[in-house]
């Protein structure tokens, strides 16, 4: 069974940052590139952050560059979104999933940005 478990959000004020994990389970997690998204209150999920499967090419939101990275580590299953500077348009469940695929989500994991 295809698991996706996030973890690290939290309350934190603006200009503060916090790191999100991901780990995957149930699929060959090396062999996948793996996403993040966010959902807001009263909104749709939007594309946060994407790196390929080994981490060689990552793409972001125009409203996170310069601000957020992505990372993975495949011996342990876990892709990270760090995120710096962050503002109250940051608040968000956040959530990770596997590239090309809608349909495979973790639980999400709640960022608060707020003073």
């Known amino acids: 069974q295809v698991k996706l478990v996030e973890s690290g959000g939290g309350l934190v004020h603006p200009g503060g940052s916090l790191r999100l994990s991901c780990v995957g389970s149930?699929?060959?997690?090396?062999?996948?590139?793996m996403v993040w998204y966010r959902q807001a209150p009263g909104k749709e999920r939007k594309f946060v952050a994407t790196?390929?499967?080994?981490?060689?090419?990552?793409n972001f939101a125009d409203s996170v560059k310069g601000r957020f990275a992505i990372s993975r580590d495949n011996l342990q299953n876990t892709v990270y979104l760090q995120m710096n500077n962050l503002n109250v348009d940051d608040t968000a469940v956040y959530y990770c999933?596997?590239?090309?695929?809608?349909?495979?989500w973790g639980q999400g994991t709640q960022v608060t940005v707020s003073s």
């Open positions: 149930g699929f060959d997690f090396s062999t996948e590139g």
């Open positions: 999933g596997i590239w090309g695929d809608d349909d495979t």
């Open positions: 790196i390929s499967r080994h981490g060689d090419f990552v």
